[in-house]
């Protein structure tokens, strides 16, 4: 088992759970009971939210804010000064002036599927999906769910192309049919907003 390594000027809640071989950089700060997989790198003030679960493989790069209750799959990348919301109706205080406790909402997740890239700058608007592989251009708005392997940018987010497992975008080769310039795999478009990669 390789150590994890947690800079002093980190801030990790005593029952945070950082799995091996994962990094914490200085000035982050991980909340009460949030769950870090191994081999991850949580970045120079990056914020995880408490009860936040990051899977293995992951990388959170510097002043990424993750506000619980996101889930983060294995292998996924959240880009510098990315944002993964959580309140659908932000208030400050409450209809009679008095100030809002955690009692008076409920937040709600971001949740990040297997392999998926945050572009630096975007935002993820909770409740959202992103689905396996997707990836989320830089400065992007998330409003809605993005399907697996889809490319999105824009303010909101809409799909432009397909990209594969290396992060390219796919080729269309004829049809419904695509193919990965980097890895050679076959994608299939089922319908606009689904994309099944070919068995090999």
Known sequence: MVPNRILESANVDPTAKVGSGSTIWHLAQVREGAIIGSNCIIGRGAYIGSE??????????????IYEPAIIGNGVFIGPAAVLTNDQYPRAINVDGSIKLSADWEPVGVEICEGASIGAGAICIAPVKIGSWALVAAGAVVKNDVPNFALVAGVPARKIRWVGRAGKPLINIEGTLYKCPVTGAKYNEVNPNELVEESQ
């Open 52 to 65: 936040v679960k990051i899977g293995d493989n992951c990388k959170i790069q510097n002043l990424a804010l």
